[in-house]
């Protein structure tokens, strides 16, 4: 897993609008850095506004497939969708997400030690 670079466009949003440059992800899944608060991001979810606000990662996976899973806190809130490399999540200081790539576990995010502005 990466972080695609600063001016990189995800679904209507620049990378840098979303996260600062000293973002990273440890070998366990552990994220650090800081997050800035986004609003009116439409391209994450056109048809519910209240996830248009907030604070969002960016990622993009190294591991190719054909379907993906994401659960968040454990449920899974995403199941068996198309593979798509680049993926934004909107997140929180406690959320952890886990990534699958054809029922494989890809990675877990956990976000307690980043800063959200």
């Known amino acids: 897993m990466t972080i695609p670079s600063q001016d990189t466009e995800l679904y209507g949003k620049k990378v840098l609008d979303m996260i600062g440059t000293d973002v990273k992800v440890d070998e366990n899944g552990n994220v650090t850095g800081t997050f800035h608060k986004v609003t009116g991001y439409t391209g994450f979810n056109s048809s519910n ?5 907030g604070y969002f990662f960016p990622f993009s996976l190294e591991k190719t497939g054909t379907t993906m899973t994401f659960k968040k806190n454990g449920t899974a809130t995403k199941e068996n969708i198309p593979f ?25 995010l ?3 030690n980043a800063i959200f502005e």
């Open 84 to 108: 798509e490399k680049d993926n934004v999540f909107r997140v929180t200081k406690t959320a952890k997400f886990e990534v699958l790539v054809d029922d494989e576990n890809v990675v877990t």
């Open 49 to 53: 506004v209240t996830e248009q606000s």
């Open 110 to 112: 956990t976000f307690n």
